[in-house]
């Protein structure tokens, strides 16, 4: 299986940055698509960022557009997330997913969690 572990959470004022990244083992991420979810206390999971296994088909939530980038390096088995301009509403439990590169196919693959707080 795939084991994910998410990094570079933080505590930051809004308006400020933070980069998230997300170390793979077990299988090489190049066979799977990825994503970038986020929960905050009392909300679902929702899907901040998608990218696909070769990197050319890329989504952001609505919310995000213009502010987030969602980066994949198959080579280090890495998938990043840099986050410019953060909102207060950007705080969240942000987790790296996998999944394969079957459409309809659901995320499986879960991260623990990085823990991202924007301040006023």
């Known amino acids: 299986q795939v084991q994910l572990v998410e990094s570079g959470g933080g505590l930051v004022q809004a308006g400020g940055s933070l980069r998230l990244s997300c170390a793979a083992s077990?299988?090489?991420?190049?066979?799977?698509?990825m994503g970038w979810f986020r929960q905050a206390p009392g909300k679902e999971r929702e899907l901040v960022a998608a990218?696909?296994?070769?990197?050319?088909?890329?989504n952001y939530a609505d919310s995000v557009e213009g502010r987030f980038t969602i980066s994949r390096d198959n080579a280090k088995n890495t998938v990043s997330l840099q986050m410019n301009s953060l909102k207060p509403e950007d705080t969240a439990i942000y987790y790296c997913?996998?999944?394969?590169?079957?459409?309809?196919?659901?995320?499986?693959?879960w991260g623990q969690g990085t823990q991202v707080t924007v301040s006023t």
């Open positions: 997913a996998a999944k394969v590169r079957i459409v309809h196919v659901p995320y499986t693959y």
């Open positions: 077990g299988r090489s991420l190049s066979t799977y698509d």
């Open positions: 990218i696909s296994w070769s990197g050319a088909v890329i």
